[in-house]
């Protein structure tokens, strides 16, 4: 007969420390909630047509319905896809003046008894950008079935893009690559007593200063944040070194990534912000490919070398 012997321990699985490895928490932790719609508020029928992600400390991130057709299959002749369309475009109104006021998810108020959030949710994951994309086609399933059908969207952040035209730019520029790009990833910096000020700017000759700023993102959010950024940092720039010529390089999203209303939610805001930053005198340019962007960054450039 043989006999087993145990150890004591205060730990039943202590056995198992050799076999367990740490999993790093993800880069992004939030809440999320759905934007739940009530088309007819005497009819206890509501539908989630957005998603909504936030993060302790940061700002809202969200993602509505562009399309309303399955709305007409469901109502008819009832309820008027206008009227559908109305309602969203107050919603997205009102969640981006969230993101500018940067208010939590929980005080989101659409002063509608037609929209309103549902009770939050934890989640995590890589971006905000990845969580809202995921939760998304999770969970709105009123979206058309032809979107399903188009090619996967990447969203491109700055650095990215700067990288992609960089390449492209090397070859275009040769010799006054370097004249053109400055070799630095954490921004300008510009000492004020005893603090640093970093300033986004990536090109800078002798007369002239300029951004390489990316649009390639679905939530227009994104997009207005890096123009208004780009904006302020070059203003910033320009005028503590005396600079009059100042320049706004724009990745856009391929027109065909995109459906039809995400694409025009990204040309308005995009047109609204080129018209405001050409007053101010900046030179605008948005193109869909880097070799493009960079051949229009060395003709703008080379005047002022």
Not at 132 to 145: A, G, N, S
Not at 166 to 187: H, M, P, S, Y
Request: proline share 3%; with cysteine; aromatic share 8%.
């Amino acid at each position: 007969m043989s006999i087993n012997f145990f150890t004591r321990s205060d730990n039943p699985f202590v056995h198992l420390d050799g076999a367990t490895a740490k999993i790093a928490p993800p880069s992004f932790v939030g809440r999320w909630s759905t934007v739940e719609l009530q088309p007819d508020v005497f009819v206890p029928q509501h539908f989630s047509v957005g998603v909504v992600v936030q993060s302790a400390n940061d700002r809202l991130h969200f993602h509505l319905l562009g399309e309303f057709k399955k709305f007409e299959c469901i109502y008819g002749d009832r309820l008027s896809s206008k009227l559908i369309s109305e309602m969203l475009e107050h919603a997205e109104a009102v969640l981006r003046e969230a993101v500018q006021s940067k208010i939590s998810l929980e005080t989101v108020d659409f002063g509608s008894a037609n929209l309103y959030l549902s009770e939050p949710c934890r989640t995590g994951g890589e971006t905000a950008e990845e969580i809202i994309d995921r939760l998304y086609k999770d969970v709105i399933v009123l979206e058309p079935q032809a979107q399903k059908k188009i090619q996967q969207f990447e969203t491109l952040d700055t650095a990215t893009v700067r990288q992609l035209v960089n390449q492209a730019l090397k070859k275009i520029a040769l010799n006054d690559f370097e004249r053109i790009v400055l070799d630095t990833k954490g921004g300008v910096i510009i000492p004020d007593g005893n603090r640093n000020h970093y300033l986004d700017v990536n090109l800078r000759t002798k007369n002239a200063c300029g951004s390489v700023v990316s649009a390639v993102y679905k939530t227009v959010q994104n997009i207005e944040m890096n123009l208004l950024r780009a904006n302020l940092d070059l203003v910033t720039f320009a005028k503590l070194q005396k600079i009059e010529e100042k320049g706004v390089f724009l990745m856009l999203p391929e027109r065909h990534s995109l459906d039809k209303a995400e694409w025009e939610r990204v040309e308005n805001v995009v047109g609204e912000h080129s018209w405001k930053l050409e007053r101010d005198g900046f030179r605008v340019v948005g193109l869909d490919t880097a070799t493009e962007l960079a051949q229009e960054i060395y003709e703008w450039a080379k005047p002022t070398l």
